[in-house]
């Protein structure tokens, strides 16, 4: 098939797509997403499929997001070049397509599973996770914002949503700080590494020959924790009274409110917690922040950014998230934020403009 990906069918009727770049851990670049699409949309038009598994060959990482060094590169060689539409349009497809089929779809998110791999981890209808998943949307960092249908996925949990996006703070599976991916709604079943082979072994022998959903979720039980793992989280409370986009008509208001409640705050933790929630912001590229905001407020709004386009399901969300991504990758912060991050090393982004009072949204 292709050195990205392993794809097979076993005889029960379960086909399965292995990501398989875990030198990279498994970021995705054309190639892979290409790939993809043609083997579901192959599998799509054959009756012998009944459920599709989406996993990783390594168990550092089910999908550390879009290959966003090579397409730095590539900008960097050529200002002009499509790879960013490519590449964008590829992976916004490809999650489109995971969530739209009819036959029950389970992925496996073990290990690191950032931007696009929760994009398209959580297109899925079962979505298992593990105390090695983590889980974050820092596209913030490196000139991009949170894409791939992130607003979408945390639209009744809003202002968790863009405490996510507009820190890239990490998600755990266990964490009791934020909320576990399973109170997000990120994750369905929390599966202890220990079982995880067993359970895989289980999905390709499973009898899918008729009531497909039953038995997946059958099998799914049988391996999952229950109790316990739905906590909401110490700091919700305080998330819920200071992310709540409502109040909110530009980014520089939610740094005020933070202030504001670190200067009032007698809990230490809380504190601490909230100055951390500043740091994460204010090292973020502030165009990336803006847009941010705008852009979930609209999902969360249901109305897009230019009013043109109800965002009513998870497709015109991405439609708008496309047409936002492909211009922010042609500005000079992305190609600054990942030669920082990646290339350079140095985490000393010299962003454009520099501040929020000079962004024009």
């Known amino acids: ?84 539409h490519e590449a964008l349009g590829n992976e916004y497809k490809l999650i489109h397509e995971v969530s739209s089929m009819k036959i029950p779809t389970v992925s496996i998110m073990n290990g690191v599973t950032m931007g696009f791999g929760i994009g398209l981890g959580c297109a899925c209808r079962y979505r298992v996770v593990t105390e090695k998943t983590i889980m974050a949307m820092p596209e913030n960092g490196i000139g991009l914002f949170p894409d791939v249908g992130f607003a979408w996925l945390m639209r009744n949990r809003p202002a968790h949503g863009l405490y996510f996006a507009l820190t890239g703070a990490r ?20 599966v202890s590494t220990e079982k995880l082979q067993d359970l895989i072994e289980d999905l390709e022998n499973v009898d899918l020959s008729s009531n497909q959903d039953v038995r997946i979720e059958e099998c799914l039980n049988k391996y999952a924790e229950t109790g316990g793992r739905a906590s909401k989280g110490r700091h919700s409370g305080i998330i819920e009274k200071l992310f709540d986009y409502k109040q909110y008509d530009n980014v520089q208001d939610i740094f005020a409110a933070l202030e504001q409640e670190i200067d009032r705050s007698g809990d230490e933790a809380t504190s601490a917690f909230l100055r951390e929630t500043l740091s994460c912001m204010q090292a973020a590229c502030p165009f990336s922040l803006a847009s941010t905001l705008a852009h979930f407020k609209s999902v969360f709004q249901q109305q897009s950014v230019d009013q043109q386009l109800k965002l009513t399901d998870l497709k015109s969300v991405l439609m708008q998230e496309y047409r936002l991504a492909t211009r922010l990758a042609y500005r000079g912060d992305f190609l600054e934020g990942v030669s920082s991050k990646l290339i350079r090393k140095d985490n000393k982004s010299a962003w454009n403009p520099q501040t929020l009072n000079d962004v024009k949204v």
């Open 1 to 84: 098939m292709s050195s990205t990906i392993d794809a097979q069918i076993f005889d029960n009727g379960m086909a399965e797509i292995v990501l398989n770049r875990p030198q990279a851990l498994n970021a995705a670049d054309s190639s892979m997403t290409q790939h993809m699409h043609a083997k579901l949309k192959q599998w799509g038009e054959e009756s012998r499929i009944k459920a599709c598994v989406l996993r990783s060959s390594s168990d550092r990482a089910f999908c550390s997001g879009g290959d966003v060094k090579a397409l730095a590169l590539a900008l960097q060689e050529e200002e002009e070049t499509r790879l960013a």
């Open 171 to 190: 998600i755990h599976a266990r964490d009791d700080s934020c909320g576990t991916m399973i109170d997000l709604g990120l994750g369905t079943h929390f």
